[in-house]
C-alpha cells in the first residue's frame, strides 16, 4: 500500500494540490493541532497508531540563519558577525521542541518533514500522551509512561535530536 502513496506523490495532480496546500497554510497559526497524518506512511514508520493518546501537530519554522542583536559600541559592518548566525541543532529538532513546549503534558515521540516553500519548513510531529489509560495498558509503548523518558526532546533523544547531537 505504501508503494501506492510514493507513486502518488510522484503525480502532477498532488504536486499542484500541495501548492494549493501550501497557500493556506501560510495564514494559519504557527502550531496547529490536526486530526490525522498528511503522510500516513511515513508517521506509521515513525510509530503513529490511529488510537487514543495519540496526537498530531503541524509546525511550520523559517528557513536560514538568524541575526545577531545589536550591541552597544561601535563596529564597521563587517566585523559586527551579525548575518548567517546559523543554529548548532537541526531545524526539524527545533521544531520537536517548540512544539513540546505547545504541549507540556505530552511527549514527543517522533517528528518527520513534511514541505517547504521559499521562507519556511513544514513538520509534523508524533506526540503520546503518558497518562492516557490507552498508552498505559499498550505494552510496546507504555515505555513512555516511566518517569525517566519525561523531557526527552529536551535532552537530544528523538531521532532529530540524535541526528543534531553528531
Known sequence: MYKYFNQLRKNPEYEKLMKER????RTEPVILRIE?????????????KAKQGFVLARIKIG???????????GRKPLHAGRTSMTPKMNLQ????????????????????????????????VIL???????????????WVCNPANRGRVFRGLTSAGKSSRT
Open 128 to 142: 503520546i500522551d503518558p497518562e492516557h489509560p490507552c498508552i498505559k495498558n499498550d505494552r510496546k509503548l507504555n
Open 63 to 73: 528557513k536560514g540563519s538568524s541575526k545577531r542583536e545589536d550591541f552597544a559600541g
Open 36 to 48: 490525522r497524518p498528511t503522510k500516513l506512511d511515513r508517521a506509521h514508520s515513525l510509530g503513529y
Open 93 to 124: 529538532h527545533i521544531a520537536e521542541m517548540r512544539v513540546a513546549r505547545k504541549f507540556p503534558n505530552l511527549e514527543v515521540l517522533n517528528s518527520y518533514y513534511f514541505a517547504e516553500d521559499g521562507k519556511r519548513i513544514w513538520f509534523e
Open 22 to 25: 501550501l497557500i493556506s497554510w
